[in-house]
Structure formats: C-alpha cells, structure tokens
C-alpha cells in the first residue's frame, strides 16, 4: 500500500471523522464560553455602571436639597437684614432676585421675597444717584 493509500483509508475511517467532528465540537464549545465570559463581564460592567450611576443621580439629588436650604437661609437672613431698613440698593435688590430665582422653596420665602421687593429702590453710589 503507498502513502496516498494509507492517508486515503485513513481520512475515509469513521475514528477519523469522529475524531475530526469531536475537534470541531470542542472548538465551538470553547468560542461559545469565551463569547459568554465575554458577555458577562459587559453585562457585569453595565450593572456597575448602572450602580454608580443611580449613586451620583442620589448625590446630586441630595446636593440640590443642600443648595436650597442654603439658599432659603440667605433669603431669611436678607429679609431680616431688610425689615428694618427704609430702602434697598440696585446691587442688593440685584442679589436678592438672584437667590430668589435660584430657590425652589415654600410660600414663606415668597412671602419674605415680596416684602423685600416692596421696599424703594436706591442708587448704590453717588455717581448713580447724579446719573452718571
């Protein structure tokens, strides 16, 4: 028998062809578990992603509560400053409307705000007051 012969007898066996099939088994098998541990880091990721994501969307939620107490405390402190004065300057008014406008907060504030707005408006220099 010559070469050929023998390769021939031996790629028509069925050992060889189950062997070869076996091969081809176990390779799929190992692409579709490398596929899978793919996909479960990135599914791993995307849930630490999510995590992190609804903790920052917490914190800011809480740092926007933070600024508005902050911000009704300095609308307190205006309207007390205010209470006893006859007038506000351009610039204080200014300020004032600015933290007003920046607030998300309850009637009192409103209450306070309009009481401040109701007080005369006075030039902030002398230059303002000579118009110039």
Not at 23 to 37: P, S
Not at 53 to 74: P, W
Not at 86 to 93: K, L, M, Q
Request: hydrophobic share 40%; with cysteine; proline share 2%.
């Amino acid at each position: 028998m010559s070469t050929g012969e023998i390769v021939a007898a031996i790629l028509t066996s069925s050992a060889f062809t189950t062997l070869v099939l076996e091969l081809v088994r176990e390779l799929r098998r190992a692409i579709d578990k490398r596929k899978n541990q793919g996909f479960s880091k990135l599914e791993q990721d995307v849930c630490n992603i999510a995590e992190d994501l609804a903790a920052m969307k917490e914190d800011i939620e809480n740092r926007k509560e933070i600024d508005n107490v902050l911000l009704h405390d300095r609308l307190w402190q205006a309207f007390r400053f205010f209470s006893d004065k006859d007038a506000i300057s351009v610039e204080d008014r200014a300020n004032i409307d600015y933290l007003y406008d920046a607030y998300t907060g309850n009637h009192k504030a409103e209450i306070m705000y309009k009481y401040i707005c109701s007080l005369p408006i006075i030039p902030d220099t002398e230059d303002e007051m000579l118009g110039e």
